[in-house]
């Protein structure tokens, strides 16, 4: 027998066993993954047959998600990203920004040019934190919060390089900015982060040094972040 509730006082929830919380949890996190891999969307089945679980599954965990804001359905009912999944990424930016000044001011010195981090927000790169050279008589003035393709650019390029496991770095010359001289390396082995740290100047840079104090200090972000 069960005894009654007590008036005014709410049932306890039902204990789920550890394992079936864990494992409901992973196929969340999954999910979000998988939507957020695929620009288009995913309906249920797609999502279903990628997890390997059935329709019915798929359905209990967009329920929670949705609740949260993190997914979405759209008008022809394919899985989307939704705004929360942007809230977290927007308080989470500053705890990055601050985690790679220290590597990033390192740069900007040693490298006499405007040190950067950038990451993927929207499939553009977007300039997260900047740090400008103390001793240097002119310098590339780098508006935090700009926003270019990853197509052009040593930042956006060395993003795009990253997703193939290319760690070097890349340089360009003149591809945001007439005159300007971009080196950049991704940052690698942080889950979940796509960016890159690079210098601009707006004079030729001796790619073999920059480019090496460059990627040292990409690494050096990426500890500074796991």
Do not use: C, K
Not at 31 to 52: F, I
Not at 145 to 160: D, V
Not at 172 to 196: H, N, W
């Amino acid at each position: 027998m069960t005894s009654p509730a007590t008036p005014g006082i709410d049932p306890p929830p039902p204990v789920r066993p550890a394992g079936e919380t864990s494992q409901t949890l992973d196929r969340g996190l999954r999910l979000l993954h998988l939507v957020a891999d695929a620009p288009g969307g995913l309906t249920v089945t797609e999502a279903a047959n990628r997890l390997g679980i059935g329709r019915a599954a798929v359905y209990r965990l967009v329920t929670p998600l949705a609740g949260h804001g993190m997914l979405r359905r759209d008008t022809d009912g394919r899985l989307r990203l939704g705004a929360g999944v942007l809230q977290l990424a927007r308080r989470a930016q500053p705890l990055l920004a601050e985690g790679a000044l220290p590597a990033l001011r390192r740069l900007a010195e040693q490298a006499g040019a405007t040190a950067h981090l950038t990451v993927v927000e929207g499939g553009e790169g977007v300039a997260l934190a900047v740090v400008e050279p103390s001793w240097t008589s002119f310098h590339v003035a780098y508006r935090t919060g700009a926003r270019h393709p990853l197509e052009r650019g040593a930042a956006g390029q060395a993003i795009l390089a990253g997703r193939t496991g290319a760690a070097g770095p890349v340089s360009t010359v003149g591809e945001l900015q007439p005159g300007a001289y971009g080196v950049a390396a991704p940052v690698l082995g942080v889950p979940g982060l796509e960016a890159s740290v690079g210098v601009v100047a707006l004079a030729p840079l001796d790619t073999d040094a920059v480019g090496a104090q460059v990627l040292a200090a990409a690494t050096a972000v990426a500890a500074a972040l796991r």
